[in-house]
């Protein structure tokens, strides 16, 4: 398995509707040039533009409570520091762990940052 794994969430519009979320699992420098072609029509490759970041990282086995905790909790930090640059959604989850290890784990919660765009 790659790491990181991450998982772009897309908040449904209103109350009690559905999110989006779309896996991503990194491919290794070795064969990003020329990456397997996927044989199932869900699955696709995605070349994702470099973007800035603001993350918080946690412990543990998470589950979905503490991705919501934690990106709450990174929400609050970055209000408290008058972050006015970050876009809260969508938002991203990420691991980086097996799902077989059950110790010193790694999780993040991600924010972009909404840059500027260069004038010419």
Do not use: H
Request: glycine residues 4%; negative net charge.
């Amino acid at each position: 398995m790659t790491a990181p794994v991450t998982t772009l969430v897309l908040p449904g519009e209103g109350p009690n509707c559905k999110q989006t979320f779309t896996c991503a699992f990194y491919i290794p420098d070795d064969l990003q040039a020329n990456p397997p072609i996927p044989t199932n029509p869900a699955v696709f490759i995605e070349e994702r533009p470099e973007f800035e970041l603001y993350s918080r990282q946690f412990s543990g086995y998470a589950y979905e409570a503490d991705y919501i905790s934690e990106g709450y909790a990174l929400y609050q930090s970055l209000e408290r520091d008058n972050v006015t640059d970050a876009q809260y959604a969508p938002w991203y989850i990420v691991g980086y762990n097996s799902p077989f290890d059950f110790v010193d784990r790694r999780n993040e919660v991600w924010f972009s940052r909404v840059t500027a765009t260069k004038k010419n």
